[in-house]
């Protein structure tokens, strides 16, 4: 057997150092790629695991702040059509639908304090809005002329 020269010796070396280098470049990317896919799937479903319907139906608890529901509300005439008058705390987005023949608008009302409102729309047409309703009792009315005294309005209740 032949003793390798020391030209051998250093292109092995040099050789193992590029196998080295190559190997070290693509652990590192694919642990960022990985780890940051990992982490985006992660963050991702995080919200849709805490969907409006499972949190609207059990108590608050983590998560419950991060989720947004959804309130579709109807005008009809002069009426509100709602699936619901008590709800749970957390932030909504109202989404309001006008089914009726004239102009109407949601406005928010706590302690007789207007806290968020729609546009106004005409018939056929929808807006939203999204808020934040903290345990108590809110009134959703009308502003459109005397509609709130016509009893377009509703007593909300959110625990």
């Known amino acids: ?3 390798p020269t020391g030209t051998t010796r250093r292109a092995r ?3 193992a150092g590029l196998l080295a ?3 070290l470049v693509l652990t590192a990317c694919g642990s960022d790629d990985d780890g940051g896919n990992a982490a985006a799937d992660t963050s991702s479903s995080a919200p849709s695991s805490s969907s409006p319907s499972e949190t609207a139906s059990g108590a608050p608890g983590a998560g419950a702040t991060d989720t947004v529901h959804t309130l579709e509300v109807t005008s009809v ?3 509100y059509e709602l699936p619901s008058t008590d ?3 957390g932030e909504y987005t109202i989404e309001l639908t006008n089914d009726g023949s004239a102009t109407h608008d949601l406005v928010v009302e706590r302690d007789g304090e207007d806290v968020a409102g729609t546009e106004d729309i005409g018939p056929g047409q929808s807006s ?3 808020v934040t309703l903290e345990p108590g009792e809110y009134v959703f009315y009308c502003s459109i002329g005397n509609h709130r005294g016509m009893g377009m309005e509703v007593t909300v209740t959110v625990t």
């Open 77 to 79: 005439d002069f009426d």
């Open 87 to 89: 709800l749970a705390a």
């Open 1 to 3: 057997m032949t003793r």
């Open 128 to 130: 939203a809005v999204t």
């Open 13 to 15: 070396r040099v050789g």
């Open 21 to 23: 280098a190559a190997a």
